[in-house]
């Protein structure tokens, strides 16, 4: 069930892909922007640019809350800004409630995701999300591992992505309705391997699989650790295997934004969020996360550590990411 609050009230064809898919030798499709038919093109209302500085602006204040671990006052101020947010932009903004056992204590953890929907009278729906809570401690950390973790990158830059992808939406004319959500219990994690993640996420699909959720979502966007100074996204193994066609539409999309970040190549297969939306939603979905923070060749050093700090995250960064999401939607909503 979802408690709706504030203001109460699949496509086959995508981006960057002709209406038959054409594939090349080795069985790969390909695809091309010229043969799509879209929509004439219309004034549109909306700022044309994704703003990286304020999407970053918004990963600082988060930050400044401190962790935001499930169940404590920091994930409940967190929910607060985010719910303020949405709410002040004219969105639908619900919370899907669910418990579960803390893995150490054993007491009872509510746990919350949050929806917020714009243009809740159209059944087919695109989704952006994220995971917002942060893990226990920064157990990968060299020095202190049992030290806090902020989750600047895992976690706030998403936040931050999709608030400022938020305010583009509402009077962006097109069928699909857009719905953002933020999953909680993503990190909540105390012995690696023996906790489940994914607690959101995976609540989520069963409800959507089970019809209780409002409208037809046809493709989702999944964001994770996007706000790396030195940015390389790579297409996702899972993400490729899962939801192929839409996962190639939006590097297309950058491709054709020239945001050379984006690379067209699979360099890993990670468990995240967007397997339960695929497997059991059967929500097409795709991945976007760079994991190679700092950089490529340094083994992932920041993640779950305490430099995981906005000083190693990038406005620019967030602006690219943000750039080619918002392009890509734009698109989605003229083809016919």
């Known amino acids: 069930m979802i408690l709706f609050l504030g203001i109460l009230s699949g496509s086959s064809v995508l981006p960057g892909q002709q209406a038959t898919d054409k594939q090349d030798s080795t069985g790969k499709v390909q695809m091309s922007f010229s043969d799509v038919e879209q ?26 809350i401190g962790p935001r671990v499930s169940g404590t006052p920091g994930m409940k101020k967190q929910q607060k800004f985010i719910k303020d947010h949405f709410q002040s932009l004219g969105a639908e903004v619900g919370e899907q409630v669910f418990t579960v056992r803390h893995p150490e204590r054993g007491t009872q953890v509510p746990m919350t995701n949050l929806i917020a929907r714009f ?25 202190n591992p049992n030290g806090i973790f902020l989750g600047a990158n895992d976690g706030a830059s998403g936040v931050g992505l999709l608030c400022e992808l938020a305010r583009h939406v509402k009077e962006m004319p097109g069928k699909y309705g857009i719905d953002f959500v933020f999953f909680d219990g993503e990190e909540f994690v105390y012995v690696y391997r023996r906790d489940p ?11 959507y699989a089970a019809g209780r959720y409002p409208g037809k979502v046809n493709y989702a966007i999944l964001v994770d650790m996007i706000g790396d ?17 839409l996962t190639r539409s939006i590097w297309s999309v950058a491709n054709e934004l020239g945001v050379k970040e984006f690379t067209a190549k699979e360099r890993h297969k990670i468990r995240d969020d967007h397997l339960p ?15 190679d923070y700092p950089r490529v060749g340094t083994e992932n050093m920041y ?6 700090i906005p000083e190693n995250c990038s406005a620019k960064s967030l602006d690219k990411v943000g750039r080619v999401l918002l392009e890509w939607l734009r698109q989605m909503q003229k083809i016919r």
């Open 303 to 308: 993640w779950h550590t305490q430099q995981d």
């Open 197 to 207: 993640m994914f607690l959101g996420s995976t609540y989520f699909s069963r409800q």
């Open 229 to 245: 100074k030195e940015l390389e996204i790579y297409y996702e193994g899972n993400s490729l295997q899962m939801a192929s066609r």
């Open 39 to 64: 929509e004439p093109d219309k004034e549109d209302p909306v700022a044309t640019q994704f703003n990286g500085e304020a999407a970053f602006e918004i990963l600082e204040a988060i930050c400044e």
């Open 277 to 291: 939306l695929n497997s059991i939603a059967r929500i097409p979905t795709c991945d976007i996360i760079d994991f």
């Open 119 to 143: 243009h809740p009278e159209r059944r087919k729906r695109l989704l952006f999300c994220c995971h917002y809570d942060t893990r226990p401690f920064a157990d990968r950390d060299p020095v």
